[in-house]
Nanobody, 120 residues
Framework: QVQLVESGGGLVRPGGSLRLSCAAS????????MGWYRQAPGKERELVAR???????NYADSVKGRFTISRDNAKNTVYLQMNSLKPEDTAVYYC??????????????WGQGTQVTVSS
């Protein structure tokens, strides 16, 4: 059994910052790519940022220069530092991990989501 647990969401004013964390735990051999996605009301889930185990990174154009993704491979944890937040960043943010389990299965896992609201 594998779990991804997110933390760090909340309410912040425009221009403010938040840091999201997501820790993977359970029957894990290794975690390959990890990423953050978001889904706003009435919209499809979209990629925010993704990072490989080798620290290759890609960002959505809408967050480049404002968000920074990082990871701690020893802790199977991924972070998203969000600066200069805008109201359009309001969404539920989901963590994703490409996990290879101890039994050798390669599967995608998702966190439960954390709400980020940017409002004055």
């Amino acid at each position: 059994q594998v779990q991804l647990v997110e933390s760090g969401g909340g309410l912040v004013r425009p221009g403010g910052s938040l840091r999201l964390s997501c820790a993977a735990s359970g029957s894990i051999f290794t975690v390959n790519g990890m990423g953050w996605y978001r889904q706003a009301p009435g919209k499809e889930r979209e990629l925010v940022a993704r990072i490989t185990s080798g620290f290759n990174i890609n960002y959505a154009d809408s967050v480049k220069g404002r968000f920074t993704i990082s990871r701690d491979n020893a802790k199977n944890t991924v972070y998203l530092q969000m600066n200069s937040l805008k109201p359009e960043d309001t969404a539920v943010y989901y963590c994703n991990g490409e996990v290879v389990t101890l039994s050798g299965r390669r599967m995608d896992y998702w966190g439960q989501g954390t709400q980020v609201t940017v409002s004055s």
